[in-house]
């Protein structure tokens, strides 16, 4: 019995979660992989985009449904099925590799294994901010980002040495990645949890959010979100492939193997930048308000690839991608605080979780599109990707004006939530007239 009591002291909550992260956010590296399977394998590069959509689209309905479900099954148990998965995933893949099933790759790597990160990706996020009252914005910071920085463990540490040691066999290269997340994942797994004052009332989140979630609110704040991910995860998909084109551009005496060094240097450039932008946008929407920081994002996005479209230099096309994942991460580090503060802390899990639905759908749409514009016009690829991507971007800023940081409140108000609205005071309770 005194087994079952103890609980992990709070920081090592925190960290585990963080490593949790770091693990499943490894997915934003496929690109290393992409141009790998292209060359070796023969694929093109839709099919190896439509892996990566799978998995990011399997990912955004498995968060949504693990907001859900986690008030009712728990943490650890959540954190083991996904990590489980997740694993899985990658050891399916490495079979498919070996008898050259691609359908049976898509099954292991993007759905297992996106369905995997969708169910462990809400969970540390959720049981750190438990254990951090006090620090909420810091940690639930701190946790994400390790969501971010993933690609940098993957494309600089673990993928170069295991293509080293397996002399680039990558049937070994995915099945020794499944071991070792399984390794890290399950272990760390065990050690998450609830803190106790949690598990006292884990029912009193409301029984239904379907009215909030069919407000007009709810909708446009999917869809600001949809397309501040849409735009960055186009870029995210390719970007190892897009660097590569641009510096063989501006020097066609680099050999490949050095161009291919080259693409993932900025995969792990980029993970920094979209590690710190889930720290420093957060900061600053503490300061100048959620929607406020979302236009933002969207406005200097928009410029950024505008230059980006026709950008020759590779050192200035790296630091402005760069650039393009700061934002990314900062629109996935402020959603959570602004759905708590629009829903109310009862809600968020919940309402959290369904937003998420904005990140499957842009999965699909944004690396679909450059994989099919890669393969349909390869020499006006990175200009057609920029300028979908501002058309994107231009709507979501537009959309943005719509929002506003006010509470959505069901029904009716009362004559006291309307005063405190406009900043009137109320030292008793006013009784409702109506």
Do not use: H
Request: glycine share 10%; net charge neutral; charged share 10%.
């Amino acid at each position: 019995m005194a087994a079952e009591g103890w609980k992990a002291p709070r920081v090592a909550i925190a960290f585990f979660c963080t490593v949790l992260q770091v693990c499943f956010g490894t997915v934003y590296a496929w690109s290393f992989f992409q141009t790998i399977l292209v060359r070796q394998a023969g694929w093109t590069f839709t099919q190896g985009s439509l892996a990566f959509c799978i998995a990011i689209f399997s990912l955004g309905t498995a968060a949504a449904w693990a907001g859900q479900l986690l008030p009712k099954v728990g943490p650890r148990r959540l954190a083991l099925i996904g990590s489980t998965l997740f694993a899985g995933g990658y050891i399916i893949a490495s079979f498919a590799l070996r008898i050259d099933s691609i359908l049976l790759f898509y099954a292991g790597y993007g759905l297992i294994g996106g369905i995997g990160i969708g169910l462990g990706y809400v969970t540390p996020v959720t049981t750190a901010a438990k254990w951090f009252p006090d620090r909420k914005g810091l940690v639930t910071g701190i946790v994400v980002m390790g969501f971010g920085i993933g690609a940098l463990l993957l494309s600089k540490g673990l993928a170069p040495l295991l293509v080293l040691q397996t002399e680039g066999d990558l049937p070994q290269v995915f099945l020794w990645l499944g071991i070792v997340f399984a390794c890290i994942l399950i272990p760390s797994s065990f050690v998450i949890d609830d803190p106790p004052a949690a598990q006292v009332a884990p029912w009193k989140q409301p029984a239904q959010v379907g009215p909030y979630l069919k407000s007009s609110q709810f909708v446009i704040i999917w869809i600001v979100f949809f397309f501040n991910i849409a735009a960055g995860i186009s870029v995210i998909s390719f970007q190892s492939e897009l660097l590569q084109e641009v510096w063989g551009l501006a020097d066609p005496s680099v050999e490949p193997a050095v161009l291919a060094e080259y693409g993932a240097t900025l995969i792990a450039a980029s993970s920094v930048c979209n590690g710190l932008g889930r720290i420093l946008w957060a900061w600053l929407s503490d300061r100048i308000g959620r929607v406020a920081v979302f236009r933002i994002l969207l406005a200097s996005q928009m410029v950024v690839f505008g230059i980006l479209m026709t950008e020759s230099n590779p050192w200035v096309f790296s630091a402005l991608v760069c650039y393009v994942l700061l934002c990314f991460g900062g629109g996935f580090a402020t959603m959570p605080s602004f759905i708590l503060e629009v829903y109310g802390p009862r809600n968020m899990s919940k309402v959290y979780g369904a937003i998420l639905t904005a990140w499957a759908a842009a999965g699909i749409c944004g690396p679909l599109y450059v994989g099919y514009l890669k393969d349909s016009y390869p020499d006006r690829a990175v200009m057609y990707c920029f300028l979908i991507g501002i058309l994107m971007l231009g709507a979501g800023y537009l959309f943005s004006y719509l929002l506003d940081d006010d509470r959505v409140r069901l029904g009716r108000p009362t004559v006291k939530q309307t005063l405190e609205r406009y900043g009137i005071p109320v030292a008793d309770p006013v009784p409702d007239q109506s």
